[in-house]
RNA sequence: GUAGUCGUAGCUCAGUUGGUUAGAGCAUCAGAUUGUGAUUCUGAGGGUCGAGGGUUCGAGCCCCUUCGAUUACCCCA
């Protein structure tokens, strides 16, 4: 019975001092968020599992978080669980096992949300979500099981000054966290879809987007390899290594792309939302990369990848793009959207690795009340409830422990203030504030107590 | 899914080729100190050495299995 107690694997506890933290990226997020007009959503952390599945890949698919059904030994069901089983051993899903999964991103849920109530939302609809969603991937650094996005999409507009729009988010909220020199890269699927066409056939395009994604990690002549062993012929992967040396500022960049793609009609288009987005954002953060291409399939135009500052090793702390049709997976055609996501998780590891955050954030119990007896402790208690009412946050020693141990518990708590009323103080109507950080110690009457430690 | 590294006190870790009763620092608790502590002094408690099996006269150490943590690959935030 005295097993020790564990959590799952790649899940958290989070103590007061990391939840604090985390409350304040979130609110950070959330306040630029609520500053660009978007509405809260909140949708249910588990989905049924035909909503999900075949949305992220074949590789997604696997991460999903499969929930067993309930009652699957009842002796009506017990043949239909044998059947189920066996397709679940031949790799299949099966609705006899399972028809229900957490939730693997916030994107998915949202088009179905907005699926379902396409007749009663005002387009163009901008939601933001922040909530935990699960993947059963395995966890390394800067990797959970369970973790939390946080998403800002606007659907029904065709705009490209919502990408500009959601670029400026990233910046405005990186700023107020400090992470400036985090990077911002921007493509255009549509240019990647330019290239395909240019080497033999939009067919090839999964295999060349997944190897020229990864020129930054494995260097461009693994790349070519990877190219060339995915079917490529040597013409092809001149012109993909044309591709990927373009080099140089943003400006510079454009020029070039549009001397090797700017002849294709999708091409064009993709430079040029790329160009707009990077002019008219302010965002001087932002990379034009090329090579950005993002492993999930349904974005069609701008793509967004945020990088964390080199030296943390981090990779993507945010992502995000365009896609046209993503309601269409759910019967409702026509309904374009676009929309950037935050990881929470890894912009924690970031921060506290670059030690980012503010020291005010662990705002904890103002003052504690020692506990100098049986009559002294009820009266302060009195007392106590009144600095609550006004707002402050107090608490009154348990018993009437000696008073070493009541200033170390104050201390380990982090409490500023310590309040003494002893017996000569309920006489004279005052009671001895102590300031644990200075040391100093002044006797404040009762009445002038809240304003005291109100400052 | 594949692979590497690591599991010793509440925490951070020592622990010799395999050799008596497994150690230190910090933390906890108690004591010169029931109205002024976080710096000192004294003492105490605390362990199935992750778990299970094996080799050996003898295992924290070697071997196998298993669980957990962690890192990398794949993929991703």
Same mark, same amino acid.
């Given at each position: 019975?005295?097993?020790?107690?564990?959590?799952?694997?790649?899940?958290?506890?989070?103590?007061?001092?990391?939840?604090?933290?985390?409350?304040?990226?979130?609110?950070?997020?959330?306040?630029?968020?609520?500053?660009?007009?978007?509405?809260?959503?909140?949708?249910?952390?588990?989905?049924?599992?035909?909503?999900?599945?075949?949305?992220?890949?074949?590789?997604?698919?696997?991460?999903?978080?499969?929930?067993?059904?309930?009652?699957?030994?009842?002796?009506?069901?017990?043949?239909?669980?044998?059947?189920?089983?066996?397709?679940?051993?031949?790799?299949?899903?099966?609705?006899?096992?399972?028809?229900?999964?957490?939730?693997?991103?916030?994107?998915?849920?949202?088009?179905?949300?907005?699926?379902?109530?396409?007749?009663?939302?005002?387009?163009?609809?901008?939601?933001?979500?922040?909530?935990?969603?699960?993947?059963?991937?395995?966890?390394?650094?800067?990797?959970?099981?369970?973790?939390?996005?946080?998403?800002?999409?606007?659907?029904?507009?065709?705009?490209?000054?919502?990408?500009?729009?959601?670029?400026?988010?990233?910046?405005?909220?990186?700023?107020?966290?400090?992470?400036?020199?985090?990077?911002?890269?921007?493509?255009?699927?549509?240019?990647?879809?330019?290239?395909?066409?240019?080497?033999?056939?939009?067919?090839?395009?999964?295999?060349?987007?997944?190897?020229?994604?990864?020129?930054? %990690?494995? *260097?461009? #002549?693994? +790349?070519?390899?990877?190219? =060339? $062993?995915?079917?490529?012929? @040597?013409?092809? &992967?001149?012109?993909?290594?044309?591709?990927?040396?373009?080099?140089?500022?943003?400006?510079?960049?454009?020029?070039?792309?549009?001397?090797?793609?700017?002849?294709?009609?999708?091409? %064009?288009? *993709?430079? #040029?939302? +790329?160009?707009?987005?990077? =002019? $008219?954002?302010?965002?001087? @953060?932002?990379? &034009?990369?090329?090579?950005?291409?993002?492993?999930?399939?349904?974005?069609?135009?701008?793509?967004?990848?945020?990088?964390?500052?080199?030296?943390?090793?981090?990779?993507?702390?945010?992502?995000? *793009?365009?896609?046209?049709?993503?309601?269409?997976?759910?019967?409702?055609?026509?309904?374009?959207?676009?929309?950037?996501?935050?990881?929470?998780?890894?912009?924690?590891?970031?921060?506290?690795?670059?030690?980012?955050?503010?020291?005010?954030?662990?705002?904890?119990?103002?003052?504690?009340?020692?506990?100098?007896?049986?009559?002294?402790?009820?009266?302060?208690?009195?007392?106590?409830?009144?600095?609550?009412?006004?707002?402050?946050?107090?608490?009154?020693?348990?018993?009437?422990?000696?008073?070493?141990?009541?200033?170390?518990?104050?201390?380990?708590?982090?409490?500023?203030?310590?309040?003494?009323?002893?017996?000569?103080?309920?006489?004279?109507?005052?009671?001895?504030?102590?300031?644990?950080?200075?040391?100093?110690?002044?006797?404040?009457?009762?009445?002038?107590?809240?304003?005291?430690?109100?400052?």
């Amino acid at each position: 019975m005295s097993t020790k107690p564990s959590i799952p694997q790649g899940t958290r506890d989070f103590s007061a001092e990391v939840v604090r933290k985390r409350n304040y990226i979130f609110s950070t997020i959330r306040n630029v968020f609520e500053l660009y007009s978007f509405q809260p959503l909140e949708t249910p952390a588990m989905e049924n599992l035909e909503t999900l599945m075949g949305k992220y890949g074949e590789e997604g698919d696997k991460l999903i978080f499969k929930i067993l059904n309930n009652g699957l030994d009842h002796e009506n069901k017990i043949e239909k669980a044998r059947a189920g089983f066996e397709k679940v051993l031949e790799g299949k899903s099966s609705s006899d096992i399972t028809e229900r999964a957490l939730k693997y991103d916030l994107t998915i849920p949202f088009a179905r949300y907005v699926a379902m109530n396409h007749g009663k939302l005002t387009f163009p609809f901008r939601r933001y979500q922040i909530q935990p969603v699960w993947r059963a991937d395995r966890p390394q650094k800067g990797r959970y099981r369970e973790f939390t996005q946080c998403d800002a999409d606007v659907v029904g507009s065709l705009s490209l000054l919502n990408e500009v729009e959601l670029a400026n988010i990233y910046h405005e909220v990186f700023v107020q966290l400090g992470i400036k020199n985090y990077e911002l890269k921007i493509n255009s699927r549509k240019i990647l879809v330019a290239l395909a066409e240019l080497c033999g056939g939009t067919d090839k395009m999964t295999d060349i987007t997944v190897a020229i994604d990864k020129l930054d %990690k494995i *260097g461009l #002549e693994k +790349v070519k390899e990877e190219l =060339q $062993q995915r079917g490529l012929s @040597n013409e092809q &992967i001149i012109i993909i290594e044309n591709y990927l040396n373009i080099t140089g500022s943003n400006e510079e960049k454009l020029i070039q792309i549009k001397s090797l793609i700017g002849s294709s009609e999708i091409g %064009k288009k *993709g430079i #040029e939302e +790329v160009e707009f987005v990077f =002019q $008219q954002s302010k965002n001087t @953060n932002i990379d &034009i990369d090329f090579t950005l291409a993002r492993g999930l399939n349904y974005y069609t135009g701008i793509i967004f990848e945020v990088k964390a500052p080199a030296e943390v090793k981090m990779g993507s702390i945010g992502g995000g *793009g365009r896609y046209d049709d993503l309601t269409g997976l759910f019967g409702v055609p026509d309904i374009p959207g676009v929309g950037i996501s935050f990881g929470v998780d890894r912009i924690y590891d970031v921060m506290e690795e670059l030690n980012l955050f503010p020291s005010g954030v662990q705002v904890s119990t103002k003052a504690l009340f020692f506990n100098m007896g049986e009559a002294e402790s009820r009266f302060a208690f009195g007392i106590m409830q009144q600095l609550r009412s006004n707002g402050i946050s107090c608490e009154l020693y348990h018993e009437a422990s000696k008073i070493n141990k009541q200033f170390t518990y104050a201390e380990k708590k982090n409490i500023p203030f310590v309040i003494i009323i002893g017996s000569k103080e309920m006489e004279e109507k005052n009671c001895a504030v102590k300031n644990l950080a200075t040391g100093q110690q002044e006797i404040v009457s009762l009445e002038k107590l809240v304003d005291y430690l109100k400052n």
